[in-house]
């Protein structure tokens, strides 16, 4: 049973066999807030649907699944203060190599044949459309002839 992310937080109940593609969760102590402890799981039916969710009941396993987990102590958590001086990000050309980016151009990394959404940063704004260059059935990008 798993809560679907939308206006209305649908409950769906599924039966039958489906592949797990991500599981994921937190687990925080009591005084934290009720939202910040959960369970999300991405299935795969036969048929090629995707489906995903929280989990809001049991989950059961037909093989065997491997959980990696970790524990902290003493866990604090603080918020960094942006640099000031970033000049948008986009139309920053002010000489490569200044060691203060943390991402790197995405143009550079689809001519070295990376996936240049993979160094998108990590707080996002969902919905958003991620660059095709680095999809395998591209046309557009710089591809080896084989």
Do not use: K
Not at 65 to 87: C, K, M, Q
């Amino acid at each position: 049973t798993i809560r679907q992310p939308s206006a209305t937080g649908s409950v769906v109940t599924l039966h039958g066999r489906f592949e797990i593609l991500s599981l994921s969760g937190s687990f925080l102590p009591p005084p934290a807030p009720p939202g910040a402890t959960s369970l999300t799981i991405f299935l795969a039916g036969g048929q090629g649907q995707v489906v995903g969710g929280n989990v809001v009941g049991e989950l059961m396993a037909a093989g065997p699944v491997i959980v990696i987990a970790s524990s902290f102590t003493n866990v604090a958590y603080e918020r960094l203060p942006l640099e000031e001086d970033d000049g948008g990000g986009n139309g920053g050309a002010n000489g490569g190599g200044n060691g203060n980016n943390m991402f790197a151009d995405p143009g550079a990394t689809t001519q070295q044949g990376g996936l240049p959404f993979f160094n998108l940063p990590l707080n996002m704004p969902p919905n958003v459309q991620l660059p095709v260059e680095g999809w395998p059935g591209n046309s557009s990008g710089n591809r080896p002839p084989f």
